[in-house]
């Protein structure tokens, strides 16, 4: 069965067709063995990442494969380009198969480092995963050389005791039509703000509201070598109504000040990821499973937020153990089963038309089928917003310095902010327009 993608009002892709339809397993059995390796050859597959293969994942695999082990080699998401840049420079080793984020993932697209998966050994089939996949993970010749690892489909998560005290009710639907777009988002902050005596936030800092309100705008960051500066003036507008409005506070993400608020009663709103209950909230909010959290679509829509991808450069050692790995794990039924018991789930199509795939509980959230909300609430008004080769450079050297700048000096002009984004890029990257 070939859904791939609909276009719904507007032309705008909607990343699934919901409710699914359950079919029979027939043929997929043979889509997941084609280009298959000749089972039987034993060997280590090196991972360079910044997120380990989770417990289930790694036991599956094993089970399955017990000839081959996973040398897994930490390395942070910041830092993963520049390692790959150095020994490609120096000339070593290259892992076996490469993390990608989703940031540097235009970029490295177009290196030609990366295996063409639809060429022989591999073979790899295109209805095995989504249509709004590919041009996420091919290259320049449109060949697919990364396969998807994480849907990233992400809405709003809110704290449902504040939301009952300050907006009086703690349901989704209810909440979404309190909060029909930015402005009322804006309105409710305000009141909030008051009622709290400046202690409530809406969002810990601008870069959430940043990472929400990007992900709403359907136009990539650049078209070829020209930065979309119209995007980014666009984008700085509304960031720069909810900074005046005082509603969001200013810790910054992923710090331990950011961390605990998870726990705290002085921030209402998060932007939150199929990943996020799992690895963001709970971590973070170890007493909140008696159902304290609530999930929406935000004002504007759905986002995607993050999402990784699997590659095999053309130097990997173990090429045939490490397409077995990604083909396990990533593109057949049962890798999609231990992936979802870890809290994530792959890009593999089938997996969706098995009746209960997509439902989904979790103590932190209560009653509430985040499942259900995150694939048909939330997908149903998300948009994928087109990568391109400059996209890491762009939010690097740009979107963080002024966000941070627009934090620290609040009275700075819009035309003065984008003119620094602008010139900040381009002494990184002076071939931008």
């Not at 892709?13 to 027939?26: H, M, T």
């Amino acid at each position: 069965m070939n859904k791939g993608t609909r276009l719904g009002k507007r032309g705008l892709p909607f990343l699934f067709l919901l409710p699914l339809i359950a079919c029979a397993d027939g043929g997929t059995k043979a889509e997941e063995a084609k280009g298959n390796p000749s089972i039987g050859s034993s060997g280590t597959v090196t991972i360079w990442g910044w997120d380990k293969p989770k417990d289930n994942v790694l036991q599956g695999f094993k089970k399955r494969y017990p000839e081959i082990s996973i040398n897994y080699v930490n390395i942070s998401s910041a830092d993963i380009m520049k390692k790959l840049q150095v020994s490609l420079a120096a000339g070593g080793k290259l892992p076996d198969i490469l993390m990608i984020e989703r940031d540097f993932r235009g970029q490295l697209n177009h290196m030609n480092l990366l295996e063409n998966l639809e060429a022989a050994p591999y073979e790899f089939n295109r209805h095995l995963i989504f249509d709004y996949d590919f041009p996420q993970n091919s290259n320049a010749n449109s060949k697919v050389v990364s396969i998807p690892m994480d849907m990233s489909i992400a809405g709003l998560a809110y704290k449902r005791e504040l939301t009952k005290q300050y907006f009086g009710t703690d349901d989704p639907k209810e909440l979404q039509a309190l909060f029909p777009n930015w402005d009322q988002f804006i309105a409710k902050g305000k009141d909030v703000l008051e009622e709290s005596g400046g202690k409530v936030y809406m969002f810990t800092s601008l870069r959430e509201a940043w990472q929400i309100i990007a992900g709403q705008n359907p136009e990539p960051y650049a078209d070829g070598n020209r930065i979309n500066v119209k995007k980014l003036a666009n984008l700085f507008v509304l960031i720069r109504k909810l900074s005046d409005a005082g509603i969001i506070d200013n810790l910054d993400k992923s710090s331990p000040a950011s961390n605990t608020s998870y726990a705290q009663n002085n921030h209402i709103f998060y932007p939150a990821a199929i990943w996020s209950p799992r690895y963001q909230i709970e971590p973070n909010d170890k007493h909140g499973s008696n159902g304290r959290w609530g999930l929406m679509v935000p004002p504007g829509g759905g986002f995607i937020w993050g999402g990784s991808s699997f590659g095999i450069p053309h130097k990997a050692k173990n090429k045939e153990q490490a397409w077995k790995f990604i083909q396990w794990a990533f593109l057949s039924q049962e890798g999609a089963e231990a992936n979802k018991k870890d809290g994530i789930f792959t890009h593999y199509k089938a997996a969706y038309d098995h009746p209960g795939f997509i439902n989904w509980t979790t103590p932190w959230f209560g009653k509430q089928d985040i499942g259900i909300t995150f694939f048909q609430d939330i997908n149903a008004v998300t948009k994928y917003v087109p990568l391109s080769q400059y996209d890491d450079t762009i939010i690097t050297n740009g979107v963080l310095i002024a966000l941070k700048t627009l934090a620290s000096e609040p009275e700075i002009g819009n035309d003065e902010l984008i003119k620094k984004v602008i010139q900040s890029i381009k002494n990184v990257a002076p071939e931008l327009k």
